[in-house]
C-alpha cells in the first residue's frame, strides 16, 4: 500500500498523535492490523492509561498480541470486532483515535476495510473523543475500492460542524494512488463566564 509513502505517513500519524496523548489517556486502534500503531499508542499512554483495539481478523489481532512487549500487554483490550461497533465498547472520553484503512500487509487483501462501516465509525469515534482529543485516519486510494473509501472519508470531514476541525498532513499535489492522511480534531468549548450578581462581568474594552 504504497511503501515508502505508507511509512512515511504512518510515522506522520504518530508523531501527531503522541503531540495530544498524554500519560494517563484512553485510546482506540480502530485497525489493529499487525499492531504497530496499536504498540505506539500502548507506550505513549503510560503505565496508567488503556488502549482498545478493534479488527474482523482475528488472526490479525493474535499476532497483534504476540507482537506487543510484556510490559505493555495490560495496557491493551484488543476485541475481535467491526470498529463500527467501538461505541458499545469504549465510554466517551477518549484522546485519541487511529484509522489505518485498507488490507491488513502480508495477509488477505481482499479483506478491507469498507465505506459503510469506515463511516459509521468514524460517526462513532467522534461521538467517543474528549475535547481536544483527535482522530487519524490513513486512506489508501491504490487498490479496488480505496479511491471511493478516501472520498468517502473526504466527503464525510466536509459535512462536520465547526466544532470538528480537520487538516489533510499531507498536501502535496494528488497522485491517483497518494494515501490521504487526514487529522481530526474536536475543539474545547469556550467557558462561559460568570456571572455576577446576575449580570455577565463586562471586558475592559467594552467600557
Ligand atoms: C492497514 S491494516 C492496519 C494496520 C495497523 N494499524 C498496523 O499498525 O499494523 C487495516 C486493518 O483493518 C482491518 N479491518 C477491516 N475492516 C475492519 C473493520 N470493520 N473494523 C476493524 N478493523 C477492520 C483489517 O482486517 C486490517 O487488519
Not at 500503531?37 to 499512554?45: E, K, N, P, Q, W
Not at 497483534?64 to 467501538?86: F, I, K, N, S
Request: hydrophobic share 40%.
Amino acid at each position: 500500500m504504497g511503501g515508502d509513502v505508507a511509512q512515511r505517513l504512518t510515522t506522520l500519524a504518530r508523531d501527531a498523535v503522541a503531540a495530544r496523548l498524554a500519560t494517563g489517556d484512553r485510546a482506540v486502534d480502530a485497525t489493529v492490523g499487525n499492531g504497530h500503531d496499536l504498540h505506539f499508542l500502548a507506550g505513549a499512554v503510560g503505565a496508567d492509561g488503556h488502549v482498545w483495539g478493534f479488527d474482523i481478523q482475528e488472526g490479525a489481532l493474535c499476532g497483534a498480541r504476540r507482537r506487543l512487549p510484556a510490559h505493555l500487554q495490560h495496557r491493551v483490550t484488543l476485541l475481535h470486532h467491526g470498529h463500527e461497533h467501538m461505541g458499545a465498547h469504549v465510554a466517551p472520553g477518549v484522546a485519541a483515535i487511529m484509522f489505518n484503512l485498507g488490507y491488513l500487509p502480508g495477509g488477505d487483501h481482499s479483506v478491507t476495510t469498507r465505506v459503510d462501516t469506515t463511516i459509521a465509525a468514524l460517526e462513532a469515534a467522534l461521538g467517543l473523543l474528549a475535547p481536544g482529543g483527535c482522530i487519524s485516519v490513513l486512506a489508501y486510494t491504490g487498490h479496488p475500492g480505496g479511491r471511493e473509501e478516501a472520498q468517502a472519508v473526504a466527503a464525510w470531514l466536509r459535512e462536520q460542524p465547526p466544532s470538528c476541525r480537520w487538516v489533510l498532513l499531507n498536501p502535496e499535489p494528488p497522485a491517483a494512488r497518494t494515501p490521504r492522511l487526514y487529522l481530526v480534531s474536536l475543539v474545547r468549548q469556550q467557558r462561559a463566564p460568570t456571572r455576577i450578581g446576575g449580570q455577565y462581568p463586562r471586558s475592559k474594552s467594552m467600557g
